[in-house]
């Protein structure tokens, strides 16, 4: 048993020293780095800042744990970094992306290491690049040149400068030298990536002149022409050194330097006053002012006469240019565009050739305009003058609209109580005010109604209302917004300072009931205020003495009212001028009840006082008219008028007032408006013309 203990122990000796001996031949082997292996070392070892000021080491080989690798550098951007790690910074920010191509036992691996920014130059490294750019004297007595830019960096770098004495030294370099030397301190603001940045330049001195030598200076930099047909800029003060202008013929050349034109060449003594600190001295310059050529005239016309190339109302044509130049015109087709201007429109449109002969001296030139006139459709007409009277003539009535014609007067047929005639439209010059007025005979039984519409831009006013009128009535007018425009007691006004270039109206019989006698209607009348119009009127040949004999009414022999009734006495003085007669001692008393505009509480609307006395059978209407001479003209072909006024009389001062305008008076160079002046205490007086003038409205009562 003994025997077999040793012998397993034995044997199991001999197994294990075996196990043991086994690993006694196994020896380590060292591994070859790979590239990426290495490369990650190299970033590990190569850090670079995000941004640099100063220039980065960048190395071409490199010894690394287990091996040497050689690098080669690239750089995206060789003006922010060179390929040997010098930085190159300038105005703005650079940025590069550097990479590096390793090479290891004839491999080559590309290694990025991202990108670095090269930080700009300092403010004071900026200011100091462009002081280096600008050259400036240490003292001047002559104006410095002071540069508005400098270049660094290939950039422009815009400047401003600041005087710190502006009246010695501008900050556009002018010099203002004073008595004695005087120091300037001039900054800078430069303008750097949209960036202000100020610093101070430095001093320069501004060296003083004498009195003498400061308008010495002042004369030197004076430059006149020898000649000039245009005006002149004469400067007023040089370095402070004050000039006074004086011309000898300032009507021809101001003191100004202002060119007038003139029928001939005309020598002017310019003399120019320099004054500085108590010191004067003269200076006189011969100047020729040179009239235009007669060409010269004809073509400076030529180029400012103008007319539209469309018309749809009359024309202004100019017969007096500038530049003395007259002009005569000429037209293709007159009975469309006259050779006076005066525009008749028809259903067509129509191509016009007006020529203009411009004439200066025994030179001349023609110039010719292509006019096209509007076309009108069937439903409208054309109106060139300011007065448009709708004559009986004029109603075009088949009885289908309740009206018809009897004794040349527009009536209601025998079965109608009413019956309304509408206008076509009315084309016009463009106007601001319209004044509708009739004449009818009409009762408290019977009455006649007129509306007018009104167009502006294109746009119609709704149909505005004069009010059904009645003779015995108690009419009342309404005040009315009709939208372009409205009515204020009796003028439709158009709105927004617009102006209306149409008008139509509707006139309205009506009776109540057939047995009633129905209203006789024979005219419409529309006045029309027409802004820069003139109407020319032959006044040769009128004698220089008219005066009807108008029977006087003082409109204050009326109690109570007398003060409110001037146009009831103006209307009321021309009827008992045309025959009509009255039970009343006091006529316009009788008349005041009649003619009274009851809703606007008035004895004056122009309209009811018209449409009043055409109730006695009168032929009478509202008119405009456009000057003295019109006027004039009526007071001898038709007869006596009542008139508005409003203003200094030279005897009393109204608001408005009715006066009649009996007729008129010249003796030598004096003219004389003889009137009833319900006002005046024995109504008959003569105003001198000029007065005359000064208080008219220039609307007046027509009695035909």
């Not at 270049?151 to 422009?156: A, I």
């Not at 109603?395 to 509408?422: C, H, M, P, R, W």
Request: proline share 4%; glycine share 6%; with cysteine.
């Amino acid at each position: 048993m003994k025997k077999y203990f040793f012998f397993i122990l034995f044997f199991s000796f001999v197994f294990l020293s075996a196990c043991n001996d086994s690993s006694l031949d196994e020896q380590p082997i060292d591994e070859q780095p790979t590239l990426e292996s290495l490369a990650e070392e190299i970033k590990e070892s190569i850090i670079f800042p995000k941004t640099t000021a100063e220039n980065l080491h960048l190395p071409t080989t490199l010894t690394l744990t287990k091996a040497t690798v050689s690098l080669k550098w690239q750089s995206s951007n060789e003006d922010a970094i060179s390929l040997n790690g010098t930085i190159h910074p300038g105005l703005v920010a650079k940025q590069t992306n550097l990479k590096a191509t390793m090479t290891y036992q004839g491999e080559d691996l590309l290694i990025d290491f991202g990108f670095v920014t090269v930080a700009p130059w300092e403010t004071s490294f900026v200011i100091a690049q462009i002081k280096q750019q600008i050259m400036l004297p240490k003292t001047t007595n002559t104006d410095v040149v002071l540069p508005t830019s400098v270049r660094v960096d290939q950039t422009n770098i815009p400047l401003t400068w600041q005087s710190s004495l502006p009246a010695v030294l501008s900050n556009e370099g002018q010099v203002f030298a004073l008595v004695n030397d005087t120091s300037v301190l001039l900054s800078v603001l430069a303008v750097v990536n949209n960036t202000t940045i100020s610093f101070e330049y430095g001093s320069l001195t501004v060296l003083a002149l004498s009195a003498e030598e400061r308008i010495a200076k002042a004369k030197a930099q004076i430059s006149l022409p020898s000649e000039t047909k245009t005006d002149l800029i004469l400067p007023k003060n040089i370095d402070g050194v004050a000039i006074n202008w004086f011309s000898s013929h300032p009507k021809i050349f101001t003191n100004k330097g202002e060119w007038t034109y003139q029928e001939t060449d005309t020598t002017v003594a310019l003399t120019a006053v320099f004054s500085y600190g108590g010191l004067y001295e003269e200076e006189t310059y011969l100047l020729d002012i040179l009239t235009y050529t007669d060409e010269e005239r004809l073509s400076k016309a030529y180029d400012q006469l103008s007319l539209p190339s469309t018309a749809e109302q009359n024309l202004e044509l100019p017969i007096a240019l500038a530049y003395g130049v007259t002009a005569t015109w000429l037209s293709s087709h007159p009975h469309i565009i006259s050779n006076a201007g005066i525009v008749n429109l028809n259903e067509k449109e129509n191509t016009v050739t007006l020529t203009a002969t411009l004439k200066s001296g025994a030179k001349t030139m023609e110039k010719e305009f292509e006019i096209t006139t509007k076309a009108i459709s069937p439903s409208e007409v054309h109106f060139n003058g300011h007065m448009y009277t709708h004559r009986i003539n004029d109603f075009i009535l088949d009885g289908t609209n309740g009206l018809t014609i009897n004794n040349k007067q527009v009536v209601l047929t025998d079965t109608s109580t009413a019956g309304t005639y509408e206008s076509k439209i009315i084309n016009t010059s463009p106007f601001t005010i319209l004044v509708g007025s009739w004449s009818a005979i009409s009762s408290t039984d019977a009455t006649v109604e007129l509306k007018v519409r009104v167009r502006v831009n294109g746009v119609w006013s709704s149909y505005l209302s004069y009010s059904a009128w009645g003779f015995g009535r108690q009419n009342a007018m309404l005040n009315q917004d009709g939208g372009v425009a409205s009515m204020n007691a009796d003028e439709i006004m158009i709105k927004n300072n617009a102006q209306a270039n149409a008008f139509q109206f509707q006139v309205t019989l009506r009776r109540n009931n057939v047995t009633t006698a129905s209203p006789r209607l024979w005219l419409v009348g529309i006045a029309l205020t027409i802004p820069n119009y003139s109407f020319p009127v032959d006044v040769s040949g009128l004698p220089n003495f008219v005066d009807y004999d108008v029977p006087k009414l003082y409109q204050h022999d009326v109690p109570t009212i007398g003060n409110s009734i001037c146009s009831i006495a103006s209307s009321t003085m021309l009827l008992l001028y045309h025959g009509h007669t009255f039970t009343n001692p006091l006529p316009h008393q009788e008349t005041a009840a009649l003619f009274r505009d009851y809703g606007n509480k008035i004895y004056g609307n122009w309209v009811f006082n018209t449409v009043g006395m055409s109730s006695y059978g009168e032929t009478s209407y509202v008119k405009k008219i456009y000057s003295w001479d019109e006027l004039r003209y009526h007071l001898v072909h038709v007869g006596p008028v009542a008139l508005s006024i409003k203003g200094d009389t030279g005897v009393y001062k109204t608001n408005g007032h009715l006066i009649v305008v009996r007729g008129y008076e010249i003796i030598g160079s004096e003219t004389y408006v003889i009137t009833n002046d319900p006002n005046i205490k024995g109504v008959y007086y003569k105003f001198p013309l000029a007065t005359f003038l000064n208080f008219t409205r220039n609307v007046i009562y027509v009695v035909e």
